[in-house]
């Protein structure tokens, strides 16, 4: 009983570490659809995160740096997203695609150019990463029964933007359902028009909301290569930013039930990598491939057969264009 026990706190413990990038790519996803603009874009710009944040780090040993600079190129990329689809009307999905892939080469390209090892960027010490953190008792309470664990290994012990991922969840929410700016940004989502009768700005308001989603991408790429991992690798985001829409889709543009799904991605991705080398009664060793693909099964069956009927906001993808 104590061994399977340990064993699910340790993929409960996995889980929460993995849900870190997708929790916080699908929350900025969310605000910037919640104002009517697709960011299919999520994955090139986790990937550009991942990469500044890995190779500034490096190369100044500051980890604090890295995330800002992270989180600056995310912005920037954001801003570009906007330009090409707020202001001049430009189509949503191609001109997120076109980030994705430009990012997906130049990425590795600079990463070859200054480090000269196939694009990736070397380890980076204890100094320049966000190192796990023993929260105040968890040593004490180590050896407490059931509870003394589950401190110990699920709740402690993480790292920073972990715990600042899931700081963002109640505060997201209470942006989008409590302030007066979450208002307006969902009413620019719904009814653009109704919004510009009011004489706020609808161009701006979206801006807005892509510059967060794009802060929160920047936060999303530095946690996979300064926190979770120990240097940019190519591709490393892996599809985690298409998994975060999927998670907002299944989650129907709401926080919770989007991090719900973001923690259930995750799940699988922390079963996969315990499964592989197993051998299951009946079945055998499963092959790796087969449990590789795990959470991206798990994907299309839960937005094939479970999801039902999803409303995505009115205006979502559609640009506006101001009568005159």
Known sequence: MTDIFTYFLLVADATVRMATPLILAALAGLCSERAAVIDIGLEGKMLGGAFVAGAVSYLTGSVWLGLVCAVVACLLLALLHGFACITHRGNQV???????????????TLGHAIFHINGDTPSLPMASRFMSITLPGAEMLHGVP???????????????????????IPLVSWMLYKTRFGLRLRAVGENPEAVDTAGISVEWLRYRAVLIAGALCGLAGASLSTAL??????????????LALAAMIFGKWKPGLTVTACLLFAFCDALQARLQGVELPLVGEVPVQFIIMLPYVMTVILLAGFVGKVVAPKAD???YVKER
Do not use: C, Q, W
């Open 317 to 319: 993808g559609i640009p």
């Open 94 to 108: 191609v001109s997120g695609m076109a980030i994705n892939i430009v990012v997906a080469g130049l990425a590795p």
């Open 146 to 168: 059931v509870i003394g664990p589950i401190y110990y290994e699920l709740i402690s012990g993480h790292n920073l933007l972990t715990y600042v991922a899931f700081a963002m």
């Open 229 to 242: 991992g120990a240097s940019f690798i190519r591709d490393m985001t892996a599809g985690k930013g298409y």
